[in-house]
């Protein structure tokens, strides 16, 4: 099977920064997106590596080790709109397709 | 604006009465998905179209099976619904197996 873990909650200051850490196990690779997600609504897109090292993208960044199986997404200037589940998902190439599997998500909850 | 649509955005059925969602899209991706999201769950993928080709996921229900008469369109018919089936149901499509996964947003089905 394939093993995506995150943190299920963590809590954070408005105006700080966050790291949510992601540790994945899986069958191949073929990159790593994270998504937020707001209660109720989908999942939109964030980031994507595929190679290691940091990619940075306004007030948000992500990095990946591909030895560790580690990724991080980061958050600086916090705002309470970020409150929301953050996903890590992996993408396993298979069979001619490329499966996306997700974490659990890590629930933020950003408080003034 | 370019989009994933689905409909509805809520849906109530009865225990064991057939029930179709909707999915359609403005962006014509090559490939379209379908997840189930349980409350407090990651997306699990349950089959995805690439063109007319129907990949299914192992350990997706037989109850669950999907139609895309064209590009633009896919359903999921939940043949016989249960409690279990309860979910949030999300579409996605991308280019390419390979790209980005655009989410849309999502139907809630509860099951009486």
């Known amino acids: 099977g394939q093993n995506i873990d995150q943190p299920t909650e963590m809590t954070a200051t408005e105006g700080a920064i966050v790291q949510i850490n992601c540790t994945y196990q899986t069958s191949g690779f073929n990159g790593l997106f994270w998504y937020q997600q707001h209660a109720g609504e989908a999942p939109t897109f964030l980031s994507y590596n595929v190679l290691d090292g940091l990619e940075e993208k306004g007030r948000f960044s992500s990095f990946l080790s591909r030895s560790k199986g580690y990724s991080y997404l980061l958050l600086k200037e916090l705002q309470m709109k970020d409150s929301a589940s953050y996903l890590c998902a992996v993408r396993v190439p298979g069979d001619g397709a490329n499966n996306l599997f997700f974490g659990t998500g890590t629930r933020l909850t950003v408080i003034p | 604006d370019a989009m994933v649509i689905q409909n509805p955005r809520y849906q109530v059925t009865q225990f064991g009465k057939p029930v179709t969602l909707s999915c359609s899209q403005t962006l014509n991706h090559n490939v379209m998905y379908w997840y189930q999201q349980k409350s407090s769950q990651a997306p699990k993928l349950l089959f995805h179209y690439y063109d007319k080709d129907f990949n299914n996921e192992a350990d997706t229900p037989d109850n669950f099976q999907s139609r895309r008469p064209n590009t633009s369109f896919c359903f999921l018919d939940i043949r016989s619904p249960g409690l279990g089936d309860a979910a949030m149901y999300l579409c996605?499509?991308?280019?390419?197996?390979?790209?980005?996964?655009?989410f849309g947003p999502g139907t809630r089905l509860t099951v009486l």
């Open positions: 996605a499509t991308s280019h390419g197996l390979r790209d980005e996964q655009f």
